[in-house]
């Protein structure tokens, strides 16, 4: 064996050394950077803003990639919108600026005007509240892709669902039908709509048509729910008739609806969409079980 | 045959340097992409990943056709190999011709093996492809040309000045490239008859790469119009032509001592 001249030893040790340096300083980094992030607070939380709030400036600066960029912008407002949805929040105030960025990106990204529109339209919490902001995006998508029936739909929907506008939901429906490709129910929604306005029917149709088209989960579910409401609604007023006319025939109001069962009313116990009995209420009407997961609510 | 010859040899040597590398990354860029924002987003999954997947090809064609253009000459002044190319019969212009032919074909294997791999990832999110996936092929073969011509730029800056210098001309070129429409623009608004002049002698005189973006496009399955390809083809093939008779012009004249 050779003995080990002075600068192969301190070569030897320096080595190990830097790659005990090395693994050391990595595995630092990560309760470093831990504390820091504590030490932040919410402030180091993703914060809400935009940087730039005009999708036609960003466009020229993206190089010919504004459809990337576009998709990378669809991708925050869902982000957002869920997030604040997931936190209960009503404010929804860069719901309406993200979309606008993302459409002038990409006026032909059908998703964004589609799914931000029921976004924006419905109700809190479930959405911003926004329609009117609703009624616009889905009207710049017109403008852009003028040949797409589809967005006439979601326009008339607004229009009837929520701000219960029967006579533009009509005409709505009828320019749709006269779109290239358009089903023939828009034509028949045009007709049904100016002659019955909110009939419980034609919200049926309308929330059919969303639940067997649309290829999301949450929005699907969302459209499955309003068709249990609008069920339990037209039991309930089946159910407040039969309270009525045992009431007239018995003399008395009846305290459960098992009163009506042993009278031969009903054959047995009603329950809701859900599978959950229905239940008399304090004023004598019929109300949803507690634990119902019905949320009439949502045809408000 | 010579200039076959050149050209296969600066393939050889690119992929020797591990340019197809970038093809790893463009894996792992595109599976990871098709998973993540199958979750995280809604409704533009297909969307995304043609053009995440075009950008790709875009972006790593860029990288390379300006980090290995910008060295095809100089690096053989550099390592004096010119010195012995040259005592060969080979011609000048053959050298500078066999450089670019080289380095374009490194760039058709890597956006074509990069293609094959989006419409693989294509194919496992949709599980089929069908004829409008095709349109695809049309965005790829306008990266390409846009390439051509930013190696004929490389090539061209190679031959006259130093590597750092011909990658910073490079890609100056490349983004106003992409401005020329917003120059001319600036200078119809500018109601100014010199300004308006000299930006529409820009216009027409620059390379405009704005001609060659239809990814966007693409992406919602549009078909590229016949007269955009025969436009951009015959486009491509004049700038290329006059910038590889620039760089073969100045090498002509060069003095190597």
Redesign the interface.
């Known amino acids: 064996m050779t003995a080990l001249t002075p600068l192969a030893a301190r070569r030897r040790f320096i080595r190990p050394m830097c790659g005990i340096l090395i693994a050391a300083g990595f595995l630092a980094l990560w309760p470093l950077q831990r504390s820091i992030d504590q030490l932040q607070g919410a402030q180091a939380q993703f914060a809400d803003v935009l940087y730039l709030s005009s999708g036609t400036t960003l466009r020229?600066y993206c190089?010919?990639?504004?459809?990337?960029l576009?998709?990378v912008y669809?991708?925050r407002v869902?982000?957002y919108f869920g997030r604040q949805r997931l936190a209960h929040s009503t404010r929804f105030e860069l719901l309406g600026p993200l979309l606008r960025i993302t459409t002038e990106l990409?006026p032909?990204?059908l998703?964004a005007y589609?799914?931000g529109s029921i976004f924006l339209a419905e109700k809190p919490p479930g959405g911003a509240g926004q329609p009117q902001e609703a009624l616009q995006l889905l009207r710049r998508g017109i403008v852009a892709n003028p040949d797409y029936w589809r967005l006439w739909q979601d326009l008339g929907f607004i229009y009837y669902w929520d701000l219960k506008d029967y006579r533009n939901t009509s005409r709505i429906f009828r320019i749709g039908s006269e779109r290239p490709g358009a089903l023939p129910w828009m034509r028949a929604m045009a007709a049904s709509v100016a002659a019955q306005g909110g009939e419980i029917q034609t919200s049926r149709i309308l929330w059919t048509e969303i639940a067997r088209q649309v290829?999301?989960d949450?929005i699907r579910q969302s459209a499955e729910a309003h068709l249990l409401a609008l069920d339990a609604e037209q039991q309930i007023t089946a159910l407040n008739a039969l309270l009525d006319r045992y009431r007239d025939q018995q003399g008395h109001a009846a305290s459960s609806f098992a009163e009506l069962v042993v009278a031969g009313y009903l054959p047995g116990l009603p329950v809701d969409p859900t599978g959950v009995p229905y239940v008399i209420g304090a004023k004598g009407r019929t109300i949803l079980g507690p634990r119902s997961k019905v949320d009439l609510a949502l045809l408000q | 045959m010579r200039v076959a010859t050149i050209a296969l040899h600066t393939f050889k040597e690119s992929v020797r340097e591990r340019v197809l590398y970038n093809l790893v990354v463009f894996a792992v860029l595109l599976t990871a992409a098709g998973i993540l924002?199958g979750i995280?987003?809604?409704?533009?999954k297909e969307?995304?990943l043609i053009?995440?997947g075009l950008?790709s090809i875009?972006v790593f064609g860029l990288l390379i056709a300006i980090f290995i253009g910008i060295g095809l000459v100089s690096k053989e002044i550099e390592r004096r190999s010119i010195y012995s190319i040259l005592s060969k019969p080979v011609m000048r212009s053959e050298f500078i011709l066999g450089k670019y032919l080289g380095l374009l074909l490194t760039l058709v294997v890597n956006t074509a093996i990069m293609t094959a791999g989006l419409y693989l990832a294509l194919f496992y999110e949709k599980r089929t492809l069908a004829l409008s996936d095709l349109n695809v092929l049309g965005a790829v073969y306008f990266i390409l040309l846009q390439l051509a011509v930013v190696v004929g730029i490389a090539l061209f800056f190679s031959s006259i000045s130093t590597p750092i210098l011909s990658a910073a001309f490079t890609f100056c070129f490349y983004?106003i490239g992409?401005?020329l429409a917003?120059i001319r623009w600036f200078g119809r608004e500018a109601q100014n008859v010199f300004l308006e002049r000299a930006t529409a002698l820009l216009y027409y005189l620059l390379p405009n790469?704005?001609n060659?973006?239809v990814?966007?496009?693409v992406?919602?399955g549009?078909k590229i119009p016949g007269y955009l390809v025969v436009g951009n083809s015959c486009y491509a093939l004049l700038y290329i032509t006059i910038l590889v008779s620039a760089a073969i012009l100045v090498f002509e004249e060069r003095e190597f001592k």
Do not use: K, M, P
Request: charged share 20%; hydrophobic share 45%; net charge negative.
């Open positions: 020229r190089l010919g990639y504004e459809g990337l576009a998709d669809w991708t869902v982000q990409d032909q990204l998703t589609r799914f290829d999301n949450a | 924002f995280i987003s809604v409704g533009v969307i995304i053009n995440l950008a875009s983004i992409n401005f917003d790469f704005g060659f973006n990814i966007t496009r992406s919602h549009e």
